[in-house]
């Protein structure tokens, strides 16, 4: 099974609109962090946001937030205002402690290609 | 250096040769990953290093692939004999340690096997 899922390989939003990026994740592990990375065209990797699994509320970052729902295993990344320099992949992540003993680097989901129209 | 570092940003080789990718961590950070990015495709974990070690080579595709760091510093990844499946994208990241910190990625080496 996978362990990270993003369910929209693309989508089209209008600008100045909020997005929600979808991301489920898959692990038995009572520790982990999720974390969310931007790519735009450029290719570089930005980091974006993190939560980590006792963290009691969900992070906030400018106009990111992740909406954490431990029970669903969901980690839904919310863009508000949405600009035009939005337009990237984003890839949800999940590192477990405990499972290959913190060593692993991070699970990457397949990504969501946001294309943000004028 | 500010940011992860990457070397060559693109190399192109033929089919059967040897490449080696580089990779330079921010300063201290002692965790640096190596990952692999197939057009349209996520990213696909190949080796991690804590320090000179590599506690997991877990996701290295097969022996051709090889990847050393000397002096808790810089990375090489050497592919030997390449084929044209190599090609992609090699991304380079390093962190503080290996709990839950974020990863700091470089621009990447886009690898072309022709």
Not at chain 1, 50 to 65: F, I, M
Not at chain 1, 91 to 102: I, L
Not at chain 2, 6 to 13: G, L
Request: charged share 20%.
């Amino acid at each position: 099974a996978q362990k990270i899922t993003q369910t929209q390989p693309g989508m089209f939003v209008q600008e100045k609109e909020a997005v929600t990026l979808d991301c489920t994740y898959d692990t038995s592990d009572p520790s982990y962090g999720l974390f969310w990375y931007k790519q735009p065209s450029s290719g570089e990797m930005i980091f974006l946001i993190y939560q980590g699994s006792y963290d009691q509320q969900n992070a906030t970052e400018g106009r990111y937030s992740l909406n954490f729902q431990k029970a669903r295993k969901s980690a839904n990344l919310v863009i508000s205002a949405s600009q035009l320099g939005d337009s990237a992949m984003y890839f949800c992540a999940m590192r477990e402690v405990y499972s290959g003993g913190g060593a692993d680097g991070l699970t990457f989901g397949k990504g969501t290609h946001l294309i943000i129209q004028p | 250096g500010a940011g992860v570092s990457q070397s060559p940003s693109n190399k192109v080789t033929e089919k059967g040769k040897d490449v080696e990718l580089r990779c330079d961590p921010i300063s201290g950070h002692t965790a640096l990953y190596w990952y692999r990015q197939s057009l349209g495709q996520g990213l696909e974990f190949l080796i991690y290093f804590q320090g000179n070690s590599a506690p997991d080579k877990s996701g290295l595709p097969s022996d051709r692939f090889s990847a050393e760091r000397t002096g808790g510093s810089v990375s090489t990844l050497t592919i030997q004999r390449t084929q044209q499946e190599d090609s992609a994208v090699y991304l380079c990241a390093s962190s503080f340690g290996a709990t839950n910190e974020k990863l700091f990625f470089g621009s990447g080496t886009q690898l072309s096997v022709l």
